[in-house]
């Protein structure tokens, strides 16, 4: 099972992004609100579960489309402190790919200005965003993670619309230039972040996710209860992601 957590600002497009990745109705639909309707927002939690199909392998996937946070924060600044910090505390327990929604808002100048902000902002507040460097695990693994990492913040555009492109159906967004093509590499990255999550690091993402971010926080909580008198007479390390036990110092 994947579960896909979407967070950010209300308006950023996060319901229509994951709709987009999974090309499937798996979160309320956002995009193109009536007039009447106004621009709708995600004002709690909402956890969906749904079944997907990639390449003939069935996937369980639950997403969880969150409140905007920090909508009544003057944001003219973008990456604002609350994002660093959400993102410094999601990194302990969760998996961070960032992304700029809506990218076709920036020209391509702009585009690239705003990624280098953004790297130099992550590495300046110490935040870890996957793939990390200390779980390439070979040369393979690093120079094939070196490209992703490379792209990261991904700059997406999101739109469950089709459009006719030179006599075929893309989803895109239409504007008087053109048609803005979801799955163009050329025109954003969105096929660049939807290989890394549901193809090429699938099976990664959810070994991390197990094997050491569970792992460190079940650690963490059982050392917890050990400290207030519950649980076992010594404390847990975590090796590799597998809990293990400290000895005493008189035990060396």
Request: overall charge positive; some cysteine; charged content about 30%.
């Amino acid at each position: 099972m994947l579960l896909f957590l979407s967070v950010g600002q209300s308006g950023l497009g996060k319901s229509t992004l994951v709709n987009t990745l999974f090309k499937s109705k798996v979160s309320r639909k956002s995009c193109s609100p009536s007039f009447e309707e106004g621009i709708s927002k995600t004002v709690n939690l909402q956890s969906v579960s749904h079944v997907i199909e990639e390449k003939g392998v069935k996937m369980k996937l639950t997403v969880i489309d969150t409140p905007g946070f920090g909508d009544q924060i003057n944001n003219l600044n973008c990456l604002r402190p609350l994002d660093l910090e959400f993102m410094k505390r999601l990194g302990k327990v969760v998996s961070v790919v960032p992304v700029i929604a809506k990218s076709d808002t920036l020209t391509l100048d702009e585009r690239q200005r705003f990624k280098e902000r953004i790297r130099q902002d992550l590495w300046t507040n110490g935040i870890k965003v996957y793939p990390q460097k200390e779980y390439d695990e070979d040369t393979e693994d690093r120079i094939l993670n070196d490209k992703i990492r490379e792209k990261i913040p991904f700059a997406v555009v999101g739109t469950d619309k089709e459009h006719q492109v030179n006599g075929k159906n893309v989803l895109g967004r239409k504007t008087k230039w053109g048609v803005i093509e979801v799955e163009n590499v050329a025109h954003c990255e969105f096929a660049n972040l939807r290989d890394l999550l549901i193809r090429s690091h699938l099976q990664d993402l959810k070994d991390v996710t197990h094997n050491i971010h569970y792992e460190t926080y079940r650690v963490r909580r059982l050392n917890e209860s050990n400290l207030n008198g519950i649980g076992l007479s010594t404390p847990l390390a975590s090796v590799n992601g597998t809990a293990v036990r400290k000895e005493s110092e008189s035990n060396l």
